[in-house]
Nanobody, 115 residues
Framework: EVRLLESGGGLVEPGGSLTLSCAAS????????MHWVRQAPGKGLEWLAS???????LYTPSIKTRFTISRDNALNTLYLQMTDVQTSDKAVYYC?????????RGPGTQVTVSS
């Protein structure tokens, strides 16, 4: 059974930093491309970043200079380092295996941005 569990969300001030984690199990994590997506209040899922099994990365332009996706295959864990967090980053963040339409996601972790 595929299991993904996000953590690390919380309240952060504008301009602050946060690191999200996603613990994965039940599949060959080391050989799987993984993604981070988010859902802001009242909006659909937004793809943010992807990382291949060989650590190649791809980002959506709005977060490219502020967020970093990484992975630790020994720990079966995916990360998203967030810096210079903005109010527009308020959302539930999910790690994703597969496509947005039909892939596996965890329950998500909430990021709230407020001073």
């Amino acid at each position: 059974e595929v299991r993904l569990l996000e953590s690390g969300g919380g309240l952060v001030e504008p301009g602050g930093s946060l690191t999200l984690s996603c613990a994965a199990s039940g599949f060959d994590f080391a050989h799987s491309a993984m993604h981070w997506v988010r859902q802001a209040p009242g909006k659909g899922l937004e793809w943010l970043a992807s990382i291949t099994a060989t650590h190649g990365t791809l980002y959506t332009p709005s977060i490219k200079t502020r967020f970093t996706i990484s992975r630790d295959n020994a720990l079966n864990t995916l990360y998203l380092q967030m810096t210079d967090v903005q109010t527009s980053d308020k959302a539930v963040y999910y790690c994703l295996r597969g496509s947005i339409a039909s892939g596996d996601r965890g329950p998500g972790t909430q990021v709230t941005v407020s001073s």
